[in-house]
């Protein structure tokens, strides 16, 4: 079982930017990717972005190439997902989510442990 951590959410306005962090303890050595997901108010859970535990290989949702990077820090078994140039629309609660296997899907049924979220909110 792993156990996930987000932190970093909060309040900002448009044009700024956010670091989320995300925090695996636990079976951290099974994983194959982290996923992060967003779920806006009234809309359906969405995968944002998805980075490889071992070659920090990335992917992400076409919506968001450009303004949102994801990276990790293995030592300290963290990703992370940067968020540039923030928009009204990027307001949602985003999660992280871990995968143990390899194949490479983007749909939250594929993951297999999810944290319980952080909040960003994008004011006008």
């Known amino acids: 079982q792993v156990q996930l951590t987000e932190s970093g959410g909060g309040l900002v306005q448009a044009g700024g930017s956010l670091r989320l962090s995300c925090v695996a303890s636990?079976?951290?050595?099974?994983?194959?990717?982290m996923g992060w997901f967003r779920q806006a108010p009234g809309k359906a859970r969405e995968f944002v972005a998805r980075?490889?535990?071992?070659?920090?290989?990335?992917h992400y949702t076409d919506s968001v190439k450009g303004r949102y990077t994801s990276s990790r820090d293995s030592a300290k078994n963290a990703v992370f997902l940067q968020i540039h140039n923030l928009k009204p629309g990027d307001t949602a609660i985003y999660c992280c989510?871990?995968?143990?296997?390899?194949?490479?899907?983007?749909?939250?049924?594929?993951?297999?442990?999810w944290g319980q979220g952080t909040q960003v909110t994008v004011s006008s």
């Open positions: 636990g079976r951290t050595r099974s994983l194959y990717a």
């Open positions: 989510a871990a995968k143990r296997s390899q194949v490479d899907v983007t749909t939250p049924s594929g993951f297999d442990s």
């Open positions: 980075i490889t535990w071992s070659g920090g290989d990335t």
